[in-house]
T-cell receptor, first 114, second 112 residues
């Protein structure tokens, strides 16, 4: 089955630690995205990548880092510089190209600072 | 900065009634999409309308787009309790490559 998979589903981080959230897709999509969602709120773009080895900052990139070494994978690292990381993180992918940008989402990772 | 903003933020209706949600955006777009999110889950794509289209239907969903007013509406007809979810509009702006920008969402509750 084709799809986009995020892991883990729940993640706990101690203050001062870096943690990495995984996102893998087998849809052969060029574009991948990371969004943050706070309770009762919309999605805010952290980073996006249109092609392998290239990525762009979104609206709230501070305290986060990404890599795109493979087309299938777009991991997100939440660094200790992110002061309020507790949130629901969503990864998405799309074919790219301005005519067809329907996005497919993973089921999310809920990160909690303990 | 959020490109799209949904209105109302929350909507509560009885089963069988119609639900209308609106989305306004700021810059010119290539297309506008609507997504649904069940609580604590990922988003699911519902419908995409291109900038040169004015109306689109999919089952009980009807989407309109008015580029002169920079607004869109999502109508769900004959609502069911299972339609309870949050609904988001997303835009693919002309000057933003493939970046999808989402609004704050409308939380719909359909009472049985």
């Amino acid at each position: 089955d084709g799809g986009i998979t995020q892991s883990p589903k729940y993640l706990f981080r101690k203050e001062g630690q870096n943690v990495t959230l995984s996102c893998e897709q087998n849809l052969n999509h060029d574009a991948m995205y990371w969004y943050r969602q706070d309770p009762g709120q919309g999605l805010r773009l952290i980073y996006y990548s249109q092609i392998v080895n290239d990525f762009q900052k979104g609206d709230i990139a501070e305290g986060y880092s990404v890599s795109r070494e493979k087309k299938e994978s777009f991991p997100l690292t939440v660094t200790s510089a992110q002061k309020n990381p507790t949130a629901f993180y969503l990864c998405a992918s799309s074919m790219g190209g301005w005519m067809n940008t329907e996005a497919f989402f993973g089921q999310g990772t809920r990160l909690t600072v303990v | 900065s959020q490109q799209g903003e949904e209105d109302p933020q929350a909507l509560s209706i009885q089963e069988g009634e119609n639900a209308t949600m609106n989305c306004s955006y700021k810059t010119s777009i290539n297309n506008l999409q609507w997504y649904r999110q069940n609580s604590g889950r990922g988003l699911v794509h519902l419908i995409l309308i291109r900038s040169n289209e004015r109306e689109k239907h999919s089952g009980r969903l009807r989407v309109t787009l008015d580029t002169s007013k920079k607004s869109s509406s999502l109508l769900i007809t004959a609502s069911r309790a299972a339609d309870t979810a949050s609904y988001f509009c997303a835009t693919d702006a002309n000057n933003a490559g493939n970046m999808l920008t989402f609004g704050g969402g409308t939380r719909l509750m359909v009472k049985p």
